[in-house]
T-cell receptor, first 112, second 115 residues
Framework: GENVEQHPSTLSVQEGDSAVIKCTYS??????FPWYKQELGKRPQLIID?????GEKKDQRIAVTLNKTAKHFSLHITETQPEDSAVYFC???????????FGAGTTVTVRA | GAGVSQSPRYKVAKRGQDVALRCDPI?????LFWYQQALGQGPEFLTY????????KSGLPSDRFFAERPEGSVSTLKIQRTQQEDSAVYLC?????????????FGPGTRLTVL
């Protein structure tokens, strides 16, 4: 099955700086890559996703890049704010599979 | 509109007890998923329903785990003879269609603690 690895496990940034989280996946058939944000004790919420026919996608301060050859994708948060503090999960799935395979998560702390 | 809801939010069970966890998906959502999230880890897939049909149960860890969605709406995850290793947050998610890349919307989860 699909194996998704996520790095780093923790990330501390100064408010206003950028944060980057990287994920690698093992199954070259994977073609859908969502990112979820989970605040403490709350539900995971989708913040952005990318499909394999696109190399980059941006939504305001959040961007995701995908390198299918290297089988890795990254989340970029610019101009970080305290409310960006949360656990971020990357995930991957294939078009002939229903399940999302998640990374282990990155705890992001934005220091004021 | 209302999102995915789950009940109870917290459940404490003694080892060996049976538990039932409920998921109310977003109205009209065809697809429903159950995931298990251990402390400090990402969610792990358990099972998938398309309407009332359970199309994939490959992630259920043992035959003590059973899920159903008899009318294609509310779903129940049942764990028989609970063990300590079953302690986790159980997340339910639903998506509108059957497209395998439809956005999955998650519920708040049920935190199960087995003593």
């Amino acid at each position: 099955g699909e194996n998704v690895e996520q790095h780093p496990s923790t990330l501390s940034v100064q408010e206003g700086d950028s944060a980057v989280i990287k994920c690698t996946y093992s199954d070259s058939a994977s073609n859908y890559f969502p990112w979820y944000k989970q605040e403490l004790g709350k539900r995971p919420q989708l913040i952005i996703d990318i499909r394999s026919n696109v190399g980059e996608k941006k939504d305001q301060r959040i961007a995701v890049t995908l390198n299918k050859t290297a089988k890795h994708f990254s989340l970029h948060i610019t101009e970080t704010q305290p409310e960006d503090s949360a656990v971020y999960f990357c995930a991957a799935s294939r078009s002939n599979d229903y399940k999302l395979s998640f990374g282990a998560g990155t705890t992001v702390t934005v220091r004021a | 509109g209302a999102g995915v809801s789950q009940s109870p939010r917290y459940k404490v069970a003694k080892r060996g007890q049976d538990v039932a966890l409920r998921c109310d998906p977003i109205s009209g959502h065809v697809s429903l998923f159950w995931y298990q999230q251990a402390l400090g880890q990402g969610p792990e897939f358990l099972t998938y329903f398309q309407n009332e049909a359970q199309l994939d149960k490959s992630g259920l860890p043992s035959d003590r785990f059973f899920a159903e969605r008899p009318e294609g709406s509310v779903s129940t995850l049942k764990i028989q003879r609970t063990q300590q290793e079953d302690s986790a947050v159980y997340l339910c998610a639903s998506s509108l269609g059957t497209g395998l890349t439809d956005t999955q919307y998650f519920g708040p989860g049920t935190r199960l603690t087995v003593l």
